[in-house]
Each structure stands twice: as structure tokens, then as C-alpha cells.
């Protein structure tokens, strides 16, 4: 007997899209599943199952993989672009449709350096989170580049020039630079009258880049005239804390953001040289991503970390 029932067809299985699209844009961004799932907090093997459902539903390959590294194809690279607007404005809507606003919470990721978070952020932590109890902030405290799109970084806090024109900066602090010395140091060598002085009579503490292992010259302007010195030493290092602890030790002369060595200058520690010279000023900013939407929380941090550089007494402000 011929039966009225519809032809039974294999149910797809189901899927989370949003999921799938997230963990998509991760790994796009991560370079690997493995720092993708990482950074998700999930095993491999879902963000593996995820982006076959993903590519599946869309009939399309979205990556290329090798053992080593995952790129995207063209028709991956494609809907990358739309997947990254598309969760942001997602964001943006959740946002605006509950109470994230008014109460925010979630998790960040910063990244400073160590003379930064010691000095400056972690001391006012504690107002941040009498401000918003429920927003988690975790904090890497490093010298090194940091690449905020593959390591999934919220926003940085960095000195200098910021060469990657792709990432947005705001400027909120001027770091002022002085020029010191340890008194056991000054003792043995007596104490630079001119910057040429270092290079002939005297050492320097050295500082090379965490990045490209680079040494970075001791910087002097004084009526409109600028001069770079390089000078002998005995030691470098890539760490800020570790260059300013050499310094008290009498190792050589230093040239370090004020903010760092006020306190050993006020105990003796540390005794100014070459006070007709400044030491040239460093833009100070704050970095995120333009891909990262910036979210009710993010906005809040960035606010804040403006607010608390502009009030501490050992920062110049940052100029408009």
C-alpha cells in the first residue's frame, strides 16, 4: 500500500552561524586554529567543526590550510570584510538595546609596559573598579610589539611615533624625559657638563628595542639646537625597569621618563645632569585596531586611561 507520507531527506545538522562566523574572523586574524581556539577559550576541534559547517552552508572554502598556517581565499577574504562589520554592528545594536551602557561589563585585554602599569595604571585600578565592578580587565605588562589583531588585544598604551598607520591612535600624555645618574657614578667619572661629554669621559646606560634589537640614542635640544649621543657602555638592556635599576646601581648615565625616576631622585638615588639640556619629549597614545569595534567597555577604558594620565603629577599633558 502506497504510503501519502513526504519522502524523508537527511536533516542538515545544525549549527550556531553566529558562532561559526566569530570563530571565522578569529582565526582569520590569529593566523592558526590553535591561537584562534585560544584566544575563544574553546577546543580546536569545534572551531575546526565550526568553520567546515560555516564553509558547508555557504558552499564556498573560506581558507586554505597548510601545517603551519591558515590563509584566507579570495572568497574568504571577501566575506571577511562583511563578517567584521557585521559583528561589530551587532555589538553596536546589543549595546544599545540593554543596559551595557549604563553598566557595562565584560572582559578587555590591554597591553602596557611594565613602567607604565607599575607606575600609572595598576596604583589606580582600584577606582576603575569602584567605577565599573563588573568589567575585567586583563593586563599584559611587556616591552615587546605587541600585534593587536592576531593576539586579540583590545587596545595598547604606547610611547613614540606610532608607524602602523592602520591602527587609530589618541594621543592622551606627553612623557617627559630627564637626564641622571647615580652619586657613586658622578664620584668616579664626575658629572657631563655637554652632551659630547658622554661620548668622550663617560658611560651610558644602554637601551635597545625589544623589537628589532635596535639601540636607541640619548636624545638633547637646548635653543633650538638637538643633539643625538650613543656613547660607550657596559650594559643594555630591553626593559625599562631593568634600564632605570642599572642606572641606581652607577653602571652610567640615563635618560628616562620622569615618571619613573622621581621617586630616586627625591631619596638621592639619583642626581640630575646636563640640566640646561632637555631631554626631548615622547607622544604618549593609546592604540586599538579600527577592525575592533569600539564597544560601550572599550570606550569606558579609553576614557579613563585619559582621565588618569592627564591628572598624575608625573606625566605632561598631552598636547591638542
Not at 17 to 30: C, D, H
Not at 34 to 45: F, H, Q
Not at 49 to 56: F, H, T, V
Not at 246 to 271: E, N, T, W, Y
Request: overall charge neutral.
Amino acid at each position: 500500500m502506497a504510503s501519502n507520507s513526504p519522502p524523508q531527506v537527511a536533516a542538515l545538522p545544525r549549527y550556531d552561524q553566529l558562532a561559526a562566523m566569530r570563530a571565522f574572523a578569529r582565526v582569520v586574524e590569529a593566523g592558526t586554529f590553535t591561537s584562534a581556539a585560544a584566544s575563544l577559550g574553546m577546543p580546536k576541534a569545534t572551531v575546526t567543526k565550526l568553520i567546515q559547517m560555516l564553509e558547508a552552508h555557504l558552499r564556498t572554502g573560506l581558507l586554505n590550510r597548510t601545517t603551519r598556517r591558515v590563509t584566507v581565499t579570495a572568497d574568504g577574504a571577501a566575506y571577511y570584510e562583511r563578517v567584521v562589520q557585521l559583528l561589530a554592528d551587532l555589538d553596536e545594536l546589543d549595546g544599545s538595546m540593554t543596559t551595557s551602557q549604563a553598566t557595562p561589563k565584560g572582559r578587555l585585554r590591554i597591553d602596557v609596559s611594565a613602567p607604565l602599569a607599575l607606575h600609572i595604571i595598576i596604583p589606580a585600578l582600584p577606582d576603575f573598579h569602584a567605577r565599573y565592578p563588573d568589567i575585567q580587565v586583563d593586563i599584559g605588562v611587556t616591552d615587546r610589539p605587541v600585534n593587536l589583531i592576531a593576539e586579540n588585544v583590545d587596545c595598547v598604551v604606547r610611547g613614540g611615533v606610532i608607524s602602523d598607520q592602520s591602527l587609530i591612535a589618541r594621543r592622551i600624555a606627553e612623557l617627559q624625559f630627564i637626564t641622571c645618574a647615580a652619586p657613586s657614578y658622578l664620584k668616579r667619572h664626575g658629572e657631563p657638563q655637554t652632551p659630547s661629554d658622554l661620548e668622550k669621559d663617560h658611560f651610558l646606560v644602554g637601551y635597545f628595542s625589544p623589537q628589532n634589537g635596535q639601540r636607541w640614542p640619548m636624545t638633547f635640544a637646548s635653543n633650538g639646537e638637538t643633539v643625538e649621543v650613543t656613547g660607550r657602555y657596559i650594559a643594555a638592556f630591553n626593559d625599562g625597569n631593568a634600564y632605570v635599576t642599572a642606572g641606581v646601581a652607577g653602571l652610567g648615565v640615563i635618560q628616562s621618563p620622569l615618571f619613573m625616576v622621581q621617586q630616586h631622585l627625591a631619596d638621592g638615588r639619583l642626581k640630575p645632569v646636563l640640566t640646561k639640556w632637555a631631554g626631548e619629549a615622547m607622544p604618549l597614545h593609546v592604540v586599538y585596531p579600527p577592525n575592533r569595534h569600539l564597544s560601550a567597555k572599550l570606550r569606558i577604558l579609553v576614557d579613563w586611561l585619559v582621565e588618569i594620565f592627564a591628572k598624575s603629577e608625573l606625566m605632561r599633558p598631552a598636547k591638542s
